[in-house]
């Protein structure tokens, strides 16, 4: 794949990074990796704010920034609108990618170019939450030449379900402030790659992804880009 405009100094921390994780990458796709190496497994990814204006497709746009634990930007996830093109921007306004959306809510598929091993792929929900193991969210995954090959898995929380009915239904209000630990676990080919977590209770609080793997934590963005989507597009009056 030939991309134009790319002058030597990105070009060869190109090929550093594409020797690196073993696929081609566009120069923007590349210094996103630079970025995430950079930020020494930890990411943050922030909810859905409302953008200024409406996107370049004429519709409500929202922004969810990524920053590393030290607060500077790795990039923006730009939500364009119900059934618009997703785009991830730079801090130097470069593009790293863009995610096409697939349906519309509640059963959204994105797809993109360049999945983890560098074929392209589609984020899919998971079929099923498991409400009577005490799963407080849904999960969803990444496949790639037909296959699964990265998934956030929500955890089980095996007390929640008689707690909820002891308490007559009331204890469901309580539960998501209750329940500590992950959110999601992250799952590669079988193996535990790493954790999504929100920082406390709140739909205002930014989620954490710990993971060591490069291509783990790249995945993350894509999938949990298919999440905050359809936060922000749940209602479908919003265009």
């Not at 490069?214 to 919003?238: E, F, M, P, W």
């Amino acid at each position: 794949m030939e991309y134009s405009g790319v002058n030597q100094t990105i070009e060869q921390e190109e090929k550093k990074t594409t020797n690196a994780i073993g696929i081609i990458l566009s120069d923007g796709e590349a210094a996103l990796l630079q970025l995430l190496t950079a930020a020494n497994g930890t990411i943050k990814i922030y909810p859905p704010q409302l953008a200024y204006g409406r996107s370049k497709w004429g519709k409500l746009a929202f922004d969810c920034n990524i920053e590393n634990t030290n607060g500077n930007a790795i990039a923006t996830i730009q939500l364009n609108g119900t059934g618009s093109p997703i785009d991830i921007v730079l801090p130097d306004n470069r593009f790293a990618a863009t995610l096409m959306v697939q349906s519309h809510c509640a059963s959204d598929n994105l797809s993109g170019a360049v999945g983890p091993y560098g074929g392209e792929f589609i984020v899919k929900w998971a079929n099923n939450i498991r409400m009577c193991t005490g799963q407080l969210h849904c999960g969803c995954y990444i496949e790639e030449g037909g296959k699964p090959v990265f998934s956030l898995v929500p955890p089980n929380h095996y007390w929640v379900p008689p707690f909820v009915i002891g308490t007559a239904c009331l204890g469901a209000f309580c539960v998501g402030c209750m329940v500590s630990g992950p959110m999601h676990n992250i799952d590669m080919a079988g193996e535990s790659q790493g954790t999504v977590q929100r920082s406390t209770c709140g739909g205002g609080n930014p989620m954490y992804v710990h993971s060591q793997n490069i291509r783990a934590l790249r995945a993350s963005i894509s999938a949990l880009t298919l999440v905050n989507y359809c936060h922000a597009y749940s209602d479908k009056g919003q265009v």
